[in-house]
């Protein structure tokens, strides 16, 4: 047996010890199943075993099911034997005659805490660390080896909603208090509980296995607290608006189980299980936010057999908003960081946000004060270039003008090491333009953070035409010492995120000049899972900033991915009606004081609503005008890999999840529904959606641009 170990005493008792050979955590997959129901089968036969105690060589308990497996692409007929069987072996310790306590280490969710809830009593160890719960949610599965049902049983409806809706993990005391552990105990004890609890001669028959027993819900809709849970949860899904199928399947995986008998409750768990494995969604949300998310960080597109390095000293330029962000991430990840602005008191000023950063971890009890005080240490706040000797790398941040970019280039090469990178973190300026200051076009290259940068994981990195590999190489270990994921694009303008993130608010302005409510705008982008609708982007932007852009792209090449009526509303909000944006003082919002901000009334004089709109199409609009521009992305090679695109939609600027990114987007429509419909949409509303002739081709060839039966770790699908 690989993955468990066991050990007999001579009281009778079995410890069962997770231990997987092949990985830093215990998961559940085949292999690992398999060595259970052998196990399994060994001590119900064996006559002199008294009681069995499940636990862990490793730090954690079990961590769940293994997601390459689970994003390997099923059949239903294939998801729903995983699932049964993964049932069947909960239902075998169960039922095995013997009595099991889990004797929870540390850290037991997914698969690993469905196994717990099949022993007959768990003992968690209290360690704030070793949390419990079901996460399946959050990749677009419930859990599916009689999570929901036992959940539903020993806490009831509405907790186990709660819990299986939010994913959330449970601290031991609540998770004590909710009675979904018996008893929570200090690590030196954890072992000696497990088996003093054996030694009180427990029944090893569970209720729901005893003649007569009556499913707690027996009478479904008639217990009104039952009913009026299951009900408000529904509302509530509705109300968020999720897209994916799981909280559905889960709020009726939970209900039905509490009226069926066990085995049949399983079955309908398995049957939901098995839908949604089997189904777009999980598999989407599993690749780019696991698998995709991983090779990335772990180096997937660092070009290799390149010494890996180590910024020990980095230099940011301009401490605004970005700067600050950036010299506080590096300080926290044990850099040591000269902030340079015009003046010390502004450099100081950026300085003062990772104190505010620092306090706030310190307050939740993330950080202690040393660690705290050591990290606002390593930064050194000034306006003399000359401190920036010895850094290895640079991220400039100054005001997005080419020529104060370029003086502070220039400044900087003169104090640099030779060797030093230099990173930009323009949002849409192009790099090539920007490395003509640069002595060192080869070690020029465009590190692009997100805002706000402390909390968003995604790190754009540009490659100008002259960046070297090594540069590439330098710049992602840096981004992996900050532990943020990178996506490597080529030089355009906007490069990739910007470029495509402006086509969602310029398509909601075009749609307030084709008449359509404001107020149905924006919820039509929140349906889809935007975290924000366009209008609100705008206020918050300014409608300057993307004004800029698109006229400049427009003077430039002609742009006619750009819908005219929205270039015309955002013109005219800046120049008739003088709203450009929150900070001038409102726009397509106002913001009363002390109060919520609210649509601004007067749109309905300056943008007449028209006669009919069709919601499910302006969910459409919103979301293939980003697939399509991503699509073009790739085409002209602006992007080089299907996983980039999908990184960066999500967790750049918020696609939703439950696509997987806007590639993995026209993946799951098909790639020939996708080109038909955009044909459509390009009749209706304009040529901004009209497929390219790549696509043409590719719809043609039933060819989704994705690797075609490849499983996402270049396995070929189970
Ligand atoms: N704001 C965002 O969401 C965002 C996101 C990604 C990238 N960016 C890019 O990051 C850069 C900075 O943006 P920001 O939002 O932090 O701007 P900001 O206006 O908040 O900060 C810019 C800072 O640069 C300083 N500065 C200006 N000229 C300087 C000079 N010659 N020498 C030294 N310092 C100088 C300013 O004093 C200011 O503190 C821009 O290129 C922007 O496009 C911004």
Redesign the pocket.
């Known amino acids: 047996m690989r993955h468990i170990k066991i050990e007999r005493a001579t009281d009778g008792i079995a410890t069962l010890i997770l231990d997987n050979a092949d990985g830093r955590m215990n998961v559940v997959n085949d292999a690992f199943i398999a060595d259970m129901e052998a196990v399994t089968a060994e001590i119900t036969a064996d006559g002199s075993i008294t009681g069995v105690i499940v636990t862990s060589a490793k730090s954690t308990f079990m961590a769940g099911a293994d997601l390459k497996k689970l994003a390997g692409g099923f059949t239903p007929h294939e998801a729903l034997v995983f699932s049964q069987r993964a049932s069947r072996m909960h239902r075998a310790m169960e039922t095995s005659g013997k009595p099991w306590v889990a004797a929870l280490n540390g850290l037991a969710l997914g698969g690993g805490f469905e196994l717990a809830l099949a022993c007959h009593y768990r003992v968690l160890v209290d360690d704030p660390k070793a949390v419990v719960g079901l996460p399946e949610v959050n990749v677009g599965l419930l859990p599916g080896s009689g999570g929901t049902v036992r959940l539903g049983i020993f806490t009831g409806m509405k907790t186990a909603i709660d819990l299986l809706l939010s994913g959330r993990s449970v601290a031991p005391q609540e998770a004590l208090a909710l009675g979904i552990v018996d008893e929570v105990v200090s690590a030196a004890n954890l072992i000696d509980r497990a088996r003093a609890w054996l030694g009180t001669n427990p029944d090893p028959v569970r209720e729901w296995d005893k003649k007569g027993w009556v499913p707690p819900h027996k009478k479904g809709m008639t217990v009104p607290e039952n009913s009026a849970a299951y009900m408000m949860a529904v509302a509530e899904v509705a109300r968020k608006g999720y897209n994916a199928p799981a909280p559905l399947a889960i709020l009726a995986s939970v209900f039905e189980g509490l009226q069926l008998p066990f085995d049949k409750a399983l079955s309908v768990e398995s049957k939901y299980f098995a839908k949604l494995l089997s189904g777009p969604v999980a598999r989407n949300i599993i690749r780019t936010s696991f698998i995709s998310k991983q090779a990335a960080e772990k180096g997937a597109r660092r070009p290799a057999n390149i010494p890996v390095s180590q910024v020990r000293k980095v230099a940011v330029?301009?401490?605004?908003?970005?700067?600050a962000g950036i010299a506080c991430v590096s300080a926290a990840a044990g850099i040591a960081v000269v902030l340079?602005?015009?003046d010390v008191p502004?450099a100081e000023k950026?300085k003062a946000y990772t104190a505010k950063v620092q306090a706030k971890l310190v307050q939740g009890g993330k950080l202690d004060q040393a660690q705290a005080d050591a990290i606002l240490a390593r930064i050194t706040p000034t306006d003399d270039y000359a401190l920036l000797e010895g850094c290895d790398l640079v991220v400039e941040?100054?005001?997005?003008d080419t020529a104060?970019k370029a003086?502070?280039t220039r400044k900087a090469e003169a104090v640099l090491p030779e060797t030093a990178v230099f990173g930009s973190?323009?949002?849409?300026l192009p790099i090539g333009q920007l490395a003509q200051a640069s002595q060192r076009p080869a070690q020029f290259i465009g590190i692009?953070?997100?805002?706000p940068v402390d909390r968003m994981g995604l790190v754009e990195v540009i490659l100008g035409k002259q960046t070297s590999p090594e540069t590439l190489a330098r710049a992602l270990d840096f981004i992996g010492q900050l532990r943020k994921t990178p996506i490597v694009v080529n030089d355009s303008r906007g490069f990739y995120t910007s470029r495509v993130f402006q086509t969602l608010i310029h398509e909601g302005a075009a749609m307030l000049n084709d008449g359509v409510p404001p107020a149905v705008i924006e919820n039509a982008a929140k349906a889809i899972g935007m975290p924000v609708g366009p209008l609100a982007l705008l206020d918050e932007l300014t409608v300057d900033l993307p004004l800029k852009i698109v006229e400049q792209a427009i003077a430039e090449d002609g742009d006619k991915h750009i819908p005219p009526a929205g270039v015309a509303v955002l013109r005219k909000m800046r120049d008739e009606i003088g709203r450009p944006s929150r900070k001038a003082g409102g726009g397509f919002y106002e913001y009363p004081e002390g109060g919520k901000k609210r649509l601004w009334p007067g749109l309905a004089k300056h943008f007449p609503v028209g006669l009919g709109y069709d919601v499910e199409e302006l969910k459409q609009r919103f979301l293939y005008a980003q697939a399509m521009e991503t699509a073009r992305c790739l085409e002209e090679g602006v992007l080089e890999t299907p996983e980039d695109a999908d990184l960066g939609a999500v967790f750049g600027w918020g696609f939703p999840l439950w696509t997987g990114g806007t590639i993995s987007y026209i993946d799951t429509v098909g790639i020939e529904t996708f080109v038909a419909e955009s044909d459509r949409l390009a009749q209706k509303h304009g040529p901004r959606f009209l497929p390219s002739a790549w696509l043409r081709d590719k719809a043609s060839r039933r060819e989704p641009i994705y690797p075609a039966e490849a499983g996402v770790d270049g396995t070929k699908a189970a």
Do not use: K, P, Q, W
């Open positions: 330029l301009g401490a605004g908003m970005m700067g340079l602005d015009r502004t950026g941040a100054v005001f997005e104060i003086e502070t973190n323009t949002s849409t692009h953070f997100f805002s």
